[in-house]
Structures are given as C-alpha cells and as structure tokens.
C-alpha cells in the first residue's frame, strides 16, 4: 500500500509556489520529519512506528508535520484504530485547537476536517514581517505544517493535507491576549475560536504579544494580511493593553491610538473586507472588596469605540463580557482563568505563577466563546459555519473550570509573555 499519494497544483498564494496534496496512512511505518524529506513525525521521539505495533503501548501524544507553501490547507484526519479504543485531541500549529476529545471504540473510525493557515514571515521579495527574536523557532513562524494528536490514548488513521483557497478567513490583529501562544501554560482565544467553524473557514492569527495598534502596522504583519486578504474575509482588532503605555508625542487614545485603528478599517475595506473591533479584555483587578473589577484601560476601549460608531464598524464588547465573567467567578475561583499556578506544577517550573492578564486554556476557551457570541449578536455572516455542537453561551454562567479538559503540549515556559 503506497503510504504516500503527491499531486501537483498550483496554489494562488503571496508565495507562488507548487504545492501538493498529501495522503498519509498512519497504519502503516511513518519516518521522523526531515528537512530532504519534507514529512514525518516531528518532535517526538517515539512516533516512527505504525499503529499496529502500538498494540501493546501506551500509546503518546504526537506531532505529524508537512512542509508547504503558505496558504491554507484543508486538513482531513481520521481518528481511531483497528487494534484499541482510542481518544483524541486534535490542535495544529501552535497549540490552535480544532478538536475535543473524540473517543472511538476499537475498530471505530471518525473523520473530521478542518482548515489551517500556515505562514512565514515572508511577504514579497522586499518585505518580510519584523518578527520578534523569541517568536524566532515558533512552530507558527517555521516552512512546515504541524498537526499535534494529544488526549488519554491519541489513535490516527489517516491523514490527508490539500490546499484551499475557498474558505472565508478570518485574520486577527491583537496582542497577547489574542496570540497564538507556543507555550503551555499561556493561552488565547485566537487559538481557541478555532475550534468553533467548520471546514468553510480558516483563522489566520496574527497577532503577537507586546503589540500596540501602531506596532503591529510598523512591523508589517498588517501588510503579510493585506497580501492575502480576499473579499468576503473578516479582520478583527483586538488592542489597547499595550497602547495606554505608550509615551511621546502623538501617543493617546484619540490620537496615535484611532489613528491606527482607521488605517486598519482603511486597509481592510481596500480588499473588500469586512473588519471587526473587539474591545480589550479585563485584568484581574478587584476593588478593595474583592468584588468589583476596576476599570485599568483608561480611554482606551471608548476610543475604540469611537472609531468604530464613525466608521460603521461592528464592535464586540469582550471588556464587558470578561468584566462579568471575572466578577461571576469571584475573587479566588477567577485565578482559574488565569496562569496562576503553585510552584512545580510544570516541568522545570521553579517559582510561582501569578499573571493577572495572562489567559491559561481554560480561560482562553471561554473568552473565545465570548467572541463567537459578539460575532452572534453583531450579525456577521461567518457565524453560519459554526459547527453543529455550538450551544450558546454567556459570560455570567461560564463552564466549570473543574470539568475542563486541557492536555498539555510538550512546550512550557516560565517567562510571561510580552505585555501587561
């Protein structure tokens, strides 16, 4: 049985390129990723053998990776196993999450398909996207797509990559509240919101943490989205964390601050786009009574929403939505949304975590619920490919944090993201 099925087309991309279709059968021997070879299992080490001959394993998480151009890929992965019972999480890239935990029985298989954007920071032969040095070796940043099978006991069958240039994409701009964040035990809803819409539309996340609105156009990751952007697509802005520390001339929220903001909805409309703000989350701050969330933005999210009444812009209200959403959970239990964690309670972790900004996933799950929810109220058409097991949700009766289910990457890190 080949193992391996290629079929050349061409890819209407920024980066014109031959692209391919790829077919792997997980039942049979698959090699470790190289570079000459261009697929294989990455990152762990024990994952070059076939399913059958994990009969007798515990079987591990696994990280399956294909080198492509940029663009997005249809992804259709079947999960489960002729040999045992099986359960599967299903992420790609960096730790963007497309399925809960799917349980199959032995010999049951399940299929399930999905659309990714993979980048590089390349934009045309003059222009690249400014990346910062630790974002330098980010699986989302790399020349490969990467696929992780995480859960109790992960079981594939089959794996088929082929490009797409139908879905409606939805490209994001933000800070590290929205970022695709590489490490446990951080996290955004730009990784979650994935896991919500169906095979008609791919999330395309570039935003990175520390970024002010005017940053984020300085480093040209506005100019990779306007390289790609179609009509039909959305373009959503989340900011204002990082801009009410801005200092120096022309900084403010009604001055550099809208400024920015106007180009975006300028450069999305150019492309005929629509965009969408989304007003910056809270941070854990509690009045004295441990009550109350105190207001920590300033101007910021009137400003934004400012632009947004004189450019017609639909606005989603997340500094609302978490405002309640913390106060629901309390002083204590609102921690749980958060990294806030004991010494020790990751590999190599030697001090405490204690991050009043930071999402953990938990956290980051519920907020990028918030955010379907303001795509719902706002009326934006995307909201008709979301999946079939979407229940409407609200931010004063959120999921039980006990009942989460989250099954760590390999990548940790102790270092707080950029940004407060």
Same mark, same amino acid.
């Given at each position: 049985m080949k193992r391996l099925l290629l079929i050349s087309c061409l890819l209407g991309v920024a980066l014109v390129?031959?692209?391919?279709?790829?077919?792997?059968?997980?039942t049979q021997p698959q090699p470790l990723y190289s570079e000459g070879r261009g697929y294989g299992f990455d990152f762990v080490e024990y994952s070059h053998v076939a399913d059958a001959q994990l009969?007798?394993?515990?079987?591990?998480?696994?990280?399956? %990776? =294909?080198k492509v151009p940029d663009g997005n890929y249809r992804v259709t992965v079947t999960l489960g196993s002729r040999y045992r019972a099986a359960e599967t999480v299903v992420r790609a890239e960096s730790r963007r999450l497309f399925a809960e935990p799917v349980k199959t029985a032995r010999k049951e298989m399940k299929t399930l398909t999905f659309?990714?954007?993979?980048?590089?920071?390349?934009?045309?032969?003059?222009?690249?996207?400014?990346?910062?040095?630790?974002?330098?070796?980010?699986?989302?940043w790399d020349d490969r797509l990467t696929l992780e099978?995480?859960?109790?006991?992960? %079981? =594939?069958?089959?794996?088929?990559?082929?490009?797409d240039t139908t879905a409606v994409t939805l490209y994001l701009c933000g800070n590290s509240t929205v970022v695709d964040q590489e490490y446990e035990p951080w996290s955004s809803w730009g990784q979650m919101v994935t896991r919500w819409f169906d095979d008609k539309v791919c999330v395309a996340n570039y935003a990175e943490s520390g970024l002010t609105a005017t940053s984020f156009l300085a480093q040209n990751r506005f100019e990779k989205i306007l390289a790609t952007?179609?009509?039909?697509?959305f373009v959503f802005c989340e900011f204002g964390h990082n801009d009410q520390k801005e200092r120096g001339a022309g900084s403010g929220a009604y001055y550099n601050f809208a400024f920015a903001l106007k180009k975006l909805v300028d450069g999305a409309r150019s492309k005929g786009a629509t965009v969408v703000f989304v007003t910056p989350t809270q941070r854990r701050a509690f009045?004295?009574?441990q009550r109350h969330i105190m207001e920590t933005h300033g101007d910021y999210p009137d400003a934004m929403r400012e632009v947004a009444r004189r450019e017609h812009v639909p606005v989603i209200e997340l500094h609302d939505m978490t405002r309640t959403f913390f106060e629901t959970l309390g002083y204590e239990n609102s921690k749980r949304a958060l990294v806030h964690y004991p010494a020790e309670t990751f590999p190599g972790q030697g001090g405490a975590l204690a991050d009043n900004t930071h999402f953990n996933p938990y956290g980051a799950y519920e907020v990028a619920k918030m955010v379907v929810m303001g795509m719902k109220q706002a009326h934006l058409s995307v909201v008709a490919n979301l999946r079939d097991d979407w229940q409407d949700f609200s931010p004063a009766v959120p999921d039980s944090f006990e009942?989460?289910?989250?099954?760590?990457?390999?990548?940790?890190?102790?270092?707080k993201p950029d940004g407060n």
């Open positions: 390129s031959l692209a391919q279709t790829y077919d792997f059968d997980l009969k007798s394993r515990q079987p591990k998480p696994f990280y399956f %990776a =294909v659309v990714v954007n993979k980048r590089s920071p390349y934009i045309n032969e003059r222009q690249s996207i400014r990346i910062k040095d630790r974002e330098r070796g980010y699986v989302n099978f995480n859960g109790a006991a992960p %079981a =594939v069958s089959r794996i088929c990559v082929e490009p952007l179609k009509k039909g697509d009045d004295k009574e009942d989460f289910f989250w099954p760590n990457s390999v990548f940790f890190e102790n270092k």
